[in-house]
């Protein structure tokens, strides 16, 4: 038995067969890896977008259909955090703007947003005014988060500011009710 475990090892130290296939093995396998983990934040990144997305946008039909109901800052954000389940730490990341914009002589919302992660102090809100009767609303959401990689591949090419952090905006656009 020791013998037979003998030969067997010693033909296949002998054997050299696989040493071509060794070395591109080591030579694509870390780019393989890098795209398949650009693909896991590039999936993820999506997911979490089309979720705000849709949070956002089912907050402000709500918002709509709720004739004389002006909702506070919380209620906004807790809305649109119970829709979109799969952002973590919501409640502290997500930051929103509103404001009253007129249709005839539009001005936007600024384009850079108003984002805060959560290991910051809050801060004040740059701008949130509740509409009148009739008037087009413009509302953002910003939310800041952590690549899954961060140094690598998509991760990498993300703008992040000084902890890590990049920001997902969604915005959105109605009118308020008549009360």
């Known amino acids: 038995m020791n013998s037979i475990l003998k030969r067997a090892t010693a033909r296949f130290c002998k054997d050299e067969s696989g040493a071509a296939s060794t070395i591109e093995f080591a030579i694509i396998l870390p780019v393989f890896a890098l795209f398949l983990g650009a693909s896991v934040e590039l999936g993820y990144l999506n997911l979490r977008h089309a979720m705000l997305e849709r949070g956002l946008d089912t907050t402000v039909r709500e918002i709509r259909l709720s004739t004389g109901f002006v ?84 991760g990498n090419l993300l703008v992040k500011d000084a902890d890590g952090y990049t920001a997902m905006v969604a915005t959105s656009a109605f009118v308020q009710e008549p009360r």
């Open 71 to 154: 909702p506070s800052y919380d209620a906004i954000r807790d809305k649109i955090c119970d829709t979109a389940a799969i952002i973590p730490d919501c409640a502290s990341t997500l930051r929103l703007e509103m404001k009253v914009v007129e249709p005839r002589a539009f001005v936007g919302i600024p384009a850079t947003a108003e984002c805060q992660n959560s290991a910051e102090d809050a801060r004040p809100l740059r701008n949130f005014e509740s509409g009148e009767d009739n008037e087009m609303m413009l509302l953002r959401a910003c939310f800041k988060f952590k690549p899954i990689f961060p140094t690598s591949g998509l």
